[in-house]
């Protein structure tokens, strides 16, 4: 059977820095190379939120915390560097984004 677990975390601060760190509200208990998709920072929102750059994408995680975390690009694992990003602000959502598949050989 195949299907996602997902978890969802507040964002509470993105570094502008090399490499970028993320912290969250809860302990994520995520473990490196987890993929993530932050949401809901982008300009469109009602209340700014900053780093529109990253808004909507995935990224493998880099696990520094119980509740932090860096950002690579989940092809290459290049750090994402962010020190030229829009400066965060408030709010958005980091998703854990986990397939789970169970494969039967015949």
Known sequence: MAG??????????????????V????????????????????SKMPTLRGMDQIDTKRFKVVVTGETTFTLQDPSSSDDI???????????????????LFDYEAE
């Open 23 to 42: 912290t969250v509200d809860d302990d994520h208990g995520f473990a490196d190379g987890d993929m993530v998709r932050l949401t809901d920072l982008n």
């Open 81 to 99: 560097d962010s020190t030229d990003y829009t400066p965060y602000v408030t709010g958005g959502s980091c998703n854990k984004i986990a397939t």
């Open 4 to 21: 996602q677990a997902v978890a969802r975390f507040g964002i509470t601060a993105i570094t502008q820095a090399n490499p970028c760190s």
